[in-house]
T-cell receptor, first 112, second 110 residues
Framework: GENVEQHPSTLSVQEGDSAVIKCTYSDSASNYFPWYKQELGKGSQLIIDIRSNVGEKKDQRIAVTLNKTAKHFSLHITETQPEDSAVYFCAARRGGADGLTFGKGTHLIIQP | EAQVTQNPRYLITVTGKKLTVTCSQNMNHEYMSWYRQDPGLGLRQIYYSMNVEVTDKGDVPEGYKVSRKEKRNFPLILESPSPNQTSLYFC?????????FGNGTRLTVT
């Protein structure tokens, strides 16, 4: 089955700086890669996703890049703000009836 | 408003005492699933359901049961809870569309 590795497990950055979280996946048939943000006491929410026919996608301060050859994808957050502090999960899915396989999560801490 | 509602939010119980965590969605999704979240292990799928009366095991199904008698509800049942099932549980709804998560149930089994 699919295996998703996520790094780092904890990331602390100064407010205003950029943050990058990286994931690798094992199944070359995976074609959908979402990122979820989990705030304290809440369920995870989708913040951005990318499909395998695209190399990069951007939404305001958030961007995701995908390298299919290397089987890795990354989340980039620019100009970080206190409300970006949360746990972030990457995931991968092959499509069809397959479910998502999640990474272990990254706790992002924004230092004032 | 699109919602996935799970109850209770917090539950403390003793080993062997049967419990049910309820999950309900209002988006008419066919696909629903349950995850547990543990430190250092991330989100792991317990069971999923493709539609009414169709359920299947995820990655960590041992010790759990589910049922899907109607589309909106997908309860998670622990017939005989054990301390290793102490965890944070999330219900989710949706498949091809983005997953919508409930706010979680923190279960402690003593």
């Amino acid at each position: 089955g699919e295996n998703v590795e996520q790094h780092p497990s904890t990331l602390s950055v100064q407010e205003g700086d950029s943050a990058v979280i990286k994931c690798t996946y094992s199944d070359s048939a995976s074609n959908y890669f979402p990122w979820y943000k989990q705030e304290l006491g809440k369920g995870s929410q989708l913040i951005i996703d990318i499909r395998s026919n695209v190399g990069e996608k951007k939404d305001q301060r958030i961007a995701v890049t995908l390298n299919k050859t290397a089987k890795h994808f990354s989340l980039h957050i620019t100009e970080t703000q206190p409300e970006d502090s949360a746990v972030y999960f990457c995931a991968a899915r092959r499509g069809g009836a397959d479910g998502l396989t999640f990474g272990k999560g990254t706790h992002l801490i924004i230092q004032p | 408003e699109a919602q996935v509602t799970q109850n209770p939010r917090y539950l403390i119980t003793v080993t062997g005492k049967k419990l049910t965590v309820t999950c309900s969605q209002n988006m008419n999704h066919e696909y629903m699933s349950w995850y547990r979240q543990d430190p250092g292990l991330g989100l792991r799928q317990i069971y999923y359901s493709m539609n009414v009366e169709v359920t299947d095991k995820g990655d960590v199904p041992e010790g759990y049961k589910v049922s899907r008698k109607e589309k909106r509800n997908f309860p998670l049942i622990l017939e005989s809870p054990s301390p290793n099932q102490t965890s944070l549980y999330f219900c989710a709804s949706g498949a091809l569309t983005p997953l919508h998560f409930g706010n979680g149930t923190r279960l402690t089994v003593t």
